[in-house]
């Protein structure tokens, strides 16, 4: 396949152990139940007992889905900046420090290349300790630059989507990021290359406004929670309850806005095979 | 139609108000009260001057969201001849809070496309306050689409607090409505003008607002979120949010800084809502320049231009 250009990775690769909470028990949020920590991995952080899909670093959905050893970071360097100088409570400064620190992360997303199932890729991953996964400047610009790798060296994109929405910190450059991104992904689907977008629990505001919602094809994880506004501001706008199950994705698919849920240990078949159906040269069966 | 004053120009329309006595008691009676209006006049316009030179961030916001301002459909009518209103999404509804339709700017042929807010009770109910469903972004996109299939400039006014949050709205998709126009509008081939009259509310402003050139009134406001709804998340007090426009920095003339907004336009002395056809006039003149540099450009200029505009927008460091 003369499709996808070979590339010498210029970046090295980030083998990162993900930190886990120490203890060998422990309880599941949605069953009460207490779980064997090392079952609970083994089972890609989906609970055993009843599939509550337990909230994943990056790093660990990057070790998930990509092939082995094939994982190289670009842009890890792109870093938040001040350019209003906000501070509410605390400084947007500080804020970003702790953050950084918190997470060994300069912003809320992962970009790199990596291979899937053999198919070479470009992949973002969103981080939700970051600043709840907040749209900002240097996010939208990891996006973007992503997206136009992805053009540039014919590949496909794959982004997994953890956002509460926008980071209100950068004002009105947070919302114009949704338009940069969305902009390239208007370049990247002229070249007729897939991009898949992947929803996990939650992704709302500027980044369900934006590439989230523009995949070819758009999965969700079971019961993660997608939405422009979120469920307080419809409450109080409305003054009704809202009911049961709004805005998860069995709700989103039931009204026609996903194409899939996917079960977190079906996600990296799920993509491969989509990717296959997409890129892979026909074969005739008895030809 | 009553005038309604926000607390901080309360004090000229007193003023306003005397002199217009003075002037039925002079046409009465032939009393000598020149001298005196004179004196009132020149205090009333340097009350206005003393105001509006230094408006804080939060007294823009009530500006932008004066009742007596002109709307979407005002400025149509002061800007433009032969407005044909064009309803419907041909899918679901015909959305009242956005309005769109084909219209002559100047003798050109434009497709004018905003959000329409209502003046009384009645017809804010009907306008839904400004806040559009999916199915308005997606009455938006389709003549938007239909522009471009005949050449046709594309010229958007916005305002509105923000997409509408509500059940329905999220059933049908709010989210996609709002980045499929963004997506779509990145490559539309045709020059397309987006102009913030009055809230730039988020979302639902920029699902209309990926343009070649982004217009900015002097009193509008534009915003990730609004004033109150950061000061209900951040200081969980909604009663800051006036320290919450300062924060956001939410002006045209902040906004102008960030490389978010090409030109502000000036609005009449005391805001828009003090003369409505000055201020349709004044944008009209931006407008027009703004539309003559874009028709002398091919499509694939426009489009390039576009994309590579918001390509640009952001700060960050790289270490
Ligand atoms: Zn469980």
Not at chain 1, 11 to 36: F, S, T
Not at chain 1, 106 to 133: H, R, Y
Not at chain 2, 229 to 239: E, F, K, V
Request: charge should be neutral; include cysteine.
């Amino acid at each position: 396949m003369e499709w996808f250009k070979k590339i010498k990775p210029k970046v090295r690769v980030r083998e990162k152990k993900v930190k886990m909470p120490e203890g060998l028990w422990v309880k599941c949020d949605a069953c009460k139940e207490i779980v064997y920590k090392q079952e609970l991995e083994k089972n890609l952080n989906v609970c055993p007992k009843c599939n509550f899909h337990f909230r994943i670093s990056a790093w660990q959905r990057i070790e998930q889905l990509a092939d082995p050893g094939t994982f190289v970071e670009f842009d890890q360097g792109v870093a938040s900046l001040d350019p209003l100088g906000f501070k509410d409570s605390k400084r947007y400064k500080d804020r970003i420090k702790e953050n950084v620190e918190k997470t060994g992360l300069n912003e809320a997303v992962i970009c790199g290349e990596c291979q899937l199932g053999g198919f070479p890729i470009q992949m973002c991953v969103m981080e939700f300790a970051f600043l709840g996964g907040s749209m900002a400047s240097a996010l939208g610009e990891k996006i973007t630059r992503a997206i136009e790798r992805s053009i540039e060296r014919r590949m496909p994109l794959v982004i997994v989507s953890i956002s509460g929405g926008a980071r209100m910190q950068e004002g009105v450059l947070s919302l114009m990021q949704m338009a940069k991104a969305s902009a390239a992904l208007a370049k990247l689907s002229e070249q007729g290359l897939p991009f898949i977008s992947v929803c996990t629990d939650p992704t709302t505001g500027g980044v369900s406004a934006s590439y989230a919602m523009l995949g070819d094809l758009i999965f969700a994880e079971p019961r993660a929670l997608i939405g422009f506004a979120g469920p307080r501001v419809i409450e109080q706008t409305i003054l009704q309850k809202l009911p049961e199950g709004f805005q998860r994705a069995e709700f989103l698919l039931e009204h026609g806005m996903l194409d899939k849920i996917v079960d977190r240990r079906d996600l990296k078949h799920t993509l491969v095979q989509s990717l296959k159906f997409f890129l892979a040269e026909p074969v005739e069966k008895g030809a | 139609m009553m005038y309604q004053a926000v607390d901080f120009e309360r004090p000229i329309v007193e003023i306003e108000k005397k002199i217009e006595e003075l002037r039925i008691i002079a046409n009465g009676g032939g009393m000598d009260v020149d001298e005196e209006i004179r004196r009132l006049e020149k205090k009333a316009r340097r009350l206005t001057r003393d105001v509006y030179l230094k408006l804080s961030r939060w007294q823009r916001t009530l500006l932008a969201r004066h009742p007596t301002r002109p709307y979407m459909l005002d400025y149509v009518g002061l800007m433009c001849e032969g407005f044909i209103e064009l309803h419907g999404d041909r899918a679901f509804a015909d959305d009242h809070a956005m309005v769109g339709g084909m219209a002559w700017f100047e003798g050109i042929p434009v497709m004018v496309i905003g959000q329409q807010k209502g003046r009384d009770t009645k017809d804010k109910v009907y306008r839904n306050f400004g806040m559009a469903h999916p199915e308005g972004y997606r009455k938006a996109l389709r003549l938007m689409k239909l522009a471009e299939k005949y050449g046709r400039p594309i010229l958007t006014l916005i305002d509105t607090p923000g997409a509408y949050p509500g059940i329905g709205a999220e059933e049908r998709g709010q989210a996609e409505a709002i980045a499929r126009n963004q997506f779509e509008m990145a490559t539309l081939r045709v020059p397309l003008i987006a102009a913030i009259i009055g809230e730039g509310g988020s979302g639902g402003a920029l699902a209309l607002g990926v343009g070649n050139r982004v217009l900015m009134q002097e009193n509008a406001i534009y915003s990730v979120i609004s004033p109150e709804g950061c000061a209900s998340i951040l200081w969980r007090d909604t009663a800051k949010a006036p320290e919450a426009a300062e924060a956001m920095k939410i002006t045209a003339q902040d906004l102008a800084e960030l490389g978010v907004v090409d030109e502000i336009v000036r609005e009449p002395m005391g805001g828009a809502h003090r003369d409505h056809k000055r201020a349709a006039s004044l944008l009209r003149r931006v407008i027009r320049r703004h539309l003559r540099e874009l028709m002398a450009m091919s499509p694939e200029e426009i489009v390039a231009q576009r994309i590579d505009k918001y390509r640009q927008i952001g700060v960050y460091e790289e270490i």
